[in-house]
C-alpha cells in the first residue's frame, strides 16, 4: 500500500510546518485573546455601544462564519494546483490576504471597519492552514502521525501565546496587529523552502496519476467526496471538543474583570498568564500524549481523558471561584485539550475517505473547527445574560460530556 511505502519526515521538515502553524497560531489568537476584545471594548465606549460582548461576538461570529466557508474552498484549490505546484501557492495566496486583514484591524475605529478586517483575516490565514493540513496527510506516515499530529496541535498552542504576548507587549492596540502582520509571513518562509526542495505528496504516485486524480475542480467532485461513518463520528467529535474549548477562552477576558473581579488594568496580563500556564501544560500534555499514542496505537483513549478534563474544567469555572482557582481551573483545561490536540489530527487523517480530495476533505474536517467559532458567541451571549458566567460554564461542561459519551462509537483505534 502506498501508506506504507511513504518514507518518515525529517526533523527539518516537522520543525519547518511547527514554525509556519505557530504563525497561523498567532495571526488567529493575537487578535482573538487580546486585541479584539481590546478593541471592541474602545469602539463600543467610543461610539456609545451598550455591550462590548456583543459587539465582539457579532466580529468574531462574522469571522468564523467566513472561515467555515473559505478552509474547504482553499482545501479544494490546493487539491487542483497539487499536481503542478504542490501546496505552497494557496499558502503563500492565503498569508497575504490574512496579513491585509490584520493592516486594515490596526486603522479602524468602527464595528463595520472590525467586521471588515477580521473577515480578511479569517479569510485569509485558512488558506496556509489548510494547506499545512494537506501537507501532513500527503507526507507523513501513519506510524509518524500522533507525534506529527500532536506538534501540528502544539504549534497552535505555542502561536496563541506568540500572538498574545506580542498584543500584550505592544499596548493591546494597533501596534500589535502591525506586528504579527510581520511575523506571520516571515515564520512560513521555512516550510515555503522546504516544499520546494521536496515537493508534497505520496513518492509512489506519478504525477500523471495524481493530475488525473486533481487536475480539476471536476474531478475532486467525482472522487473521494462521500464522507464516511468513520468520518463522520470524528468529525462530531471534533466539533464538540472544539465547542468546548471555544467556550471556556472566548469570554475569558471579560469572565476575568466581569465574572471575578479582576481590576481592569490587570486583566490583559491576567489573560496573557492563564494562556501561558495552560499553552504549556498542553504543550506538555500533547507532546508526552501524541507519542504514546503512536507507541500504543491507541487514539479513542486520550479524546476519553480530554473529555473528563474539560467536564472538570467547566463545572469549576462554573462556581466563579477566587482567581487561583480559575488558574487552576485553565491548567486542567489544558492538559485535556493537550491530550485531546495529541489525535485529532491522526484521527482525522485516518478517515479521510481519498488521497485524491486530502485538502478538500480536511477543509470540511476543518467546518468543525471554525464553526464552534460562529457558535460559541450566539450560544454564550444569551446564556451569559440569562444565567451570568455560571450557566455558560455549565452548559460548556455539558457539551464536553456528550463529548464523553460519544468517545466509544469512534470507529479508530
Not at 510546518?17 to 495571526?27: H, T, Y
Not at 491522526?346 to 478538500?360: G, K, N, Q, W
Not at 450560544?379 to 460548556?396: F, H, Q, R
Amino acid at each position: 500500500m502506498q501508506e506504507e511505502t511513504r518514507p518518515r519526515v525529517s526533523t527539518r521538515w516537522i520543525i519547518a510546518l511547527v514554525c509556519a502553524l505557530i504563525g497561523v497560531g498567532a495571526g488567529w489568537f493575537g487578535p482573538l485573546q487580546i486585541l479584539l476584545p481590546a478593541q471592541a471594548q474602545s469602539i463600543a465606549e467610543l461610539i456609545g455601544h451598550s455591550s462590548k460582548e456583543a459587539l465582539l461576538a457579532a466580529v468574531t461570529g462574522a469571522g468564523a462564519l467566513a472561515a467555515m466557508i473559505a478552509n474547504p474552498l482553499w482545501g479544494a484549490l490546493s487539491d487542483t494546483l497539487r499536481p503542478r505546484w504542490g501546496r505552497s501557492p494557496v499558502l503563500i495566496a492565503g498569508v497575504a490576504v490574512g496579513v491585509v486583514g490584520l493592516l486594515v484591524l490596526s486603522a479602524v475605529e468602527s464595528p463595520g471597519g472590525m467586521v471588515a478586517g477580521w473577515l480578511l483575516v479569517q479569510v485569509g490565514m485558512n488558506g496556509p492552514f489548510a494547506a499545512l493540513a494537506a501537507m501532513m496527510a500527503d507526507r507523513v506516515p501513519e506510524e509518524q502521525r500522533g507525534l506529527v499530529g500532536a506538534w501540528f496541535g502544539i504549534a497552535q498552542v505555542l502561536g496563541l501565546v506568540v500572538g498574545t504576548a506580542v498584543a500584550v507587549a505592544s499596548g493591546e492596540g494597533p501596534a500589535g496587529y502591525v506586528a504579527i502582520a510581520i511575523a506571520v509571513p516571515l515564520l512560513m518562509i521555512a516550510i515555503v523552502l522546504s516544499n520546494r526542495a521536496q515537493p508534497e505528496g505520496d513518492p509512489a504516485a506519478s504525477t500523471e496519476r495524481l493530475a488525473a486524480d486533481t487536475g480539476s475542480l471536476r474531478g475532486i467532485t467525482l472522487h473521494g467526496l462521500r464522507p464516511t461513518s468513520a468520518y463522520v463520528g470524528v468529525w462530531a467529535m471534533r466539533i464538540l471538543m472544539n465547542m468546548v474549548n471555544a467556550l471556556i477562552m472566548l469570554y475569558l477576558y471579560y469572565y476575568l474583570a466581569d465574572g471575578v473581579g479582576v481590576a481592569s488594568e490587570g486583566v490583559g496580563t491576567w489573560v496573557l498568564i492563564i494562556t501561558v500556564a495552560a499553552a504549556l501544560i498542553s504543550v506538555v500534555a500533547a507532546g508526552i500524549g501524541g507519542s504514546l499514542s503512536d507507541r500504543l496505537g491507541r487514539r479513542r483513549v486520550f479524546c476519553g481523558a480530554a473529555a473528563v478534563l474539560l467536564i472538570i474544567a467547566g463545572i469549576t469555572l462554573a462556581t466563579q471561584p477566587p482567581l487561583w482557582v480559575v488558574v487552576t481551573a485553565c491548567v486542567v483545561f489544558g492538559v485535556g485539550q493537550g491530550l485531546y490536540l495529541a489525535v485529532d489530527l491522526a484521527m482525522l487523517t485516518s478517515v479521510l475517505p481519498d488521497e485524491s480530495t486530502r485538502a478538500t476533505m480536511l477543509g470540511i474536517g476543518n467546518i468543525a473547527s471554525a464553526l464552534p467559532q460562529v457558535l460559541a458567541p450566539v450560544v454564550a451571549a444569551p446564556l451569559v445574560l440569562a444565567g451570568g458566567y455560571p450557566l455558560m460554564y455549565g452548559v460548556t461542561a455539558a457539551l464536553a460530556v456528550a463529548a464523553l459519551a460519544l468517545t466509544p462509537f469512534l470507529k479508530v483505534r
